[in-house]
Protein backbone atom coordinates (compact mmCIF):
# COMPACT_ATOMS: atom_id res chain seq x y z
CA UNK A 1 0.00 0.00 0.00
CA UNK A 2 1.23 3.43 -0.69
CA UNK A 3 -0.56 6.84 0.39
CA UNK A 4 0.73 9.93 -0.77
CA UNK A 5 -0.06 13.30 0.71
CA UNK A 6 0.28 17.16 -0.48
CA UNK A 7 1.84 18.86 2.11
CA UNK A 8 1.48 22.88 2.61
CA UNK A 9 5.05 24.77 3.81
CA UNK A 10 3.40 25.26 7.69
CA UNK A 11 4.18 21.67 8.88
CA UNK A 12 7.86 20.88 10.56
CA UNK A 13 6.59 17.42 12.34
CA UNK A 14 4.73 14.01 11.53
CA UNK A 15 4.24 11.30 14.27
CA UNK A 16 2.28 8.01 14.80
CA UNK A 17 1.89 4.59 16.41
CA UNK A 18 2.95 2.05 14.66
CA UNK A 19 2.18 -1.62 14.83
CA UNK A 20 0.47 -4.77 13.86
CA UNK A 21 -3.23 -5.06 13.96
CA UNK A 22 -4.30 -7.49 17.19
CA UNK A 23 -6.58 -9.72 14.85
CA UNK A 24 -3.48 -11.13 13.37
CA UNK A 25 -0.71 -10.80 15.72
CA UNK A 26 1.64 -12.33 16.80
CA UNK A 27 1.85 -12.84 13.10
CA UNK A 28 2.36 -10.22 10.21
CA UNK A 29 5.44 -8.55 9.52
CA UNK A 30 5.78 -5.54 7.42
CA UNK A 31 8.13 -3.29 6.04
CA UNK A 32 7.09 0.39 6.53
CA UNK A 33 8.89 3.28 4.53
CA UNK A 34 7.93 7.30 5.11
CA UNK A 35 9.65 9.13 2.61
CA UNK A 36 9.47 13.34 2.07
CA UNK A 37 10.27 14.36 -1.01
CA UNK A 38 11.78 11.01 -2.46
CA UNK A 39 14.21 11.24 0.42
CA UNK A 40 13.40 8.78 2.56
CA UNK A 41 13.17 9.63 6.61
CA UNK A 42 12.39 6.09 7.91
CA UNK A 43 12.37 2.66 7.11
CA UNK A 44 11.42 0.07 9.74
CA UNK A 45 10.41 -3.66 9.60
CA UNK A 46 7.00 -3.86 12.17
CA UNK A 47 6.26 -7.41 13.16
CA UNK A 48 3.26 -8.61 15.15
CA UNK A 49 5.92 -9.80 17.83
CA UNK A 50 6.84 -6.25 18.30
CA UNK A 51 4.69 -3.74 20.71
CA UNK A 52 3.02 -0.73 18.77
CA UNK A 53 6.12 2.25 18.55
CA UNK A 54 6.04 5.91 18.34
CA UNK A 55 7.52 7.28 14.98
CA UNK A 56 8.06 11.19 15.02
CA UNK A 57 9.73 12.68 11.56
CA UNK A 58 10.77 15.85 11.10
CA UNK A 59 8.69 16.98 7.44
CA UNK A 60 10.02 20.74 7.64
CA UNK A 61 10.34 21.37 4.25
CA UNK A 62 8.87 18.71 2.51
CA UNK A 63 5.79 19.31 -0.13
CA UNK A 64 5.00 15.60 -0.99
CA UNK A 65 5.10 12.82 1.94
CA UNK A 66 4.81 9.42 1.04
CA UNK A 67 4.17 6.11 3.24
CA UNK A 68 4.90 2.91 1.91
CA UNK A 69 3.86 -0.48 3.41
CA UNK A 70 5.12 -3.66 1.93
CA UNK A 71 5.41 -7.17 2.54
CA UNK A 72 8.39 -7.78 4.90
CA UNK A 73 10.64 -10.83 5.79
CA UNK A 74 7.73 -13.67 5.83
CA UNK A 75 6.08 -12.48 3.48
CA UNK A 76 2.63 -13.03 4.92
CA UNK A 77 -0.50 -12.60 3.25
CA UNK A 78 -3.06 -10.53 5.44
CA UNK A 79 -0.25 -8.48 7.33
CA UNK A 80 -1.98 -5.63 8.64
CA UNK A 81 -0.25 -2.43 9.72
CA UNK A 82 -1.93 0.34 11.86
CA UNK A 83 -0.64 3.55 11.74
CA UNK A 84 -2.42 5.17 14.45
CA UNK A 85 -3.06 8.66 15.84
CA UNK A 86 -1.13 9.81 12.83
CA UNK A 87 -0.62 14.00 12.55
CA UNK A 88 1.24 16.87 11.44
CA UNK A 89 2.48 19.34 13.28
CA UNK A 90 2.88 22.76 12.96
Given amino acids: TTLVYRLPDRFRRFAAIVGIDDRVRPRGHVELTVSGDD ?52
Fill in 39 to 90: RQLLRIAVSGADHAKPIDLDVAGVRRLTILVDFGDELDVADHLDLCEARLIK
